[in-house]
């Protein structure tokens, strides 16, 4: 089978949520450069537009303002995809927020918030989309949604980010919740949890060097991820190379998800002996 044609998504047309920057815009431009045709949604209209306009460059890539964190702003999303839009191929959840705080000063609206555009948001999104992504799905291959959810969803070890860990962690089950539910119509539905990636939500530890070297040296891989990591993955799941593969949480982490201690048990243990 022709390599290239495994990883096209010519033809195809694709929402990205929170598209404008970060794994988003990666996301983008690698859908962007296969064929597809993108639209990026994000509060920032602005953000979206330029974005849109360099993409341009490399095929048709489109903006509109779209807030998932509220149920007007999911219902007007919904409406806009739906007046532009005669089909739906593919739907990538990625907009995101998080919020830090030590445990016993955490309050109830950094869990809140985090929690509505995280995981409600992307729950009321995919629910109101599945009529245009069930209506594209045909002989030629399902639908695709594809969530973004995270390491820290996987491990643990929250870093203060405790509702963030939390909703990346509800991303994954409900991943298999709704791959169970959808694949009968056609859809499929995965979940890709990037480990340390330089974005604008990580800046604050990755921007510097010896940030980024910090986090690579944890890992098993020793290095942060780039911008082809996740777009080769991206394109697989939207290919025709991933159409059986549904339900599945897939890391893109370095090993950060199977890093454990090198040596749990030192060879002088007593307890050998």
């Known amino acids: 089978m022709d390599a290239d044609a495994l990883f096209s998504s010519r033809g195809r047309t ?7 920057t970060g794994l988003g815009r990666h996301a983008a431009e690698a859908l962007v450069r296969s064929g597809a045709r993108v639209i990026l949604a994000s509060r920032k209209l602005a953000a979206c537009e330029q974005t849109a306009a360099e993409l341009s460059a490399f095929g048709s890539c489109e903006a509109m303002e779209g807030d998932i964190s509220n149920e007007d702003g999911v219902r ?8 532009r839009c005669e089909r739906l191929d593919i739907l990538i959840n990625n907009a995101g927020t998080t919020w830090g ?3 016993e000063a955490f309050p109830w609206g950094g869990w809140s918030k985090v929690l509505a555009t995280n995981l409600t948001g992307l729950f009321s999104l995919t629910r109101d989309l599945v009529p245009m992504l069930e209506a594209s799905a045909g002989p030629h291959g399902p639908s695709r949604v594809i969530n973004i959810g995270s390491s820290a969803g996987m491990i643990p070890c ?18 298999r919740i709704l791959a169970n539910e959808l694949g009968p119509r056609g859809i499929t539905v995965n979940a890709i949890a990037p480990g340390p990636f330089e974005t604008k939500m990580t800046s604050f530890a990755l921007e510097k060097d010896a940030g980024r070297e910090h986090a690579a040296s944890v890992l098993p891989l020793r290095r942060i991820g780039r911008a082809q990591d996740i777009a080769a993955t991206v394109l697989f799941l939207c290919g025709h190379g991933g159409g059986y593969v549904t339900g599945a949480i897939i890391p893109v982490d370095g ?19």
Do not use: C, F, W
Request: no cysteine.
């Open 101 to 103: 705080a030590r445990l």
């Open 255 to 273: 090993g950060l998800s199977v890093h454990a201690p090198p040596h749990l048990l030192a060879e002088d243990d007593p307890a050998q002996h």
């Open 76 to 83: 007007r999303l919904t409406n806009s995809i739906e007046q």
């Open 14 to 20: 694709a929402l990205i949520t929170g598209g404008a």
């Open 158 to 175: 929250g870093g203060d980010a405790y509702s963030y860990a939390a909703s990346k962690a509800g991303v994954h089950h409900l991943t």
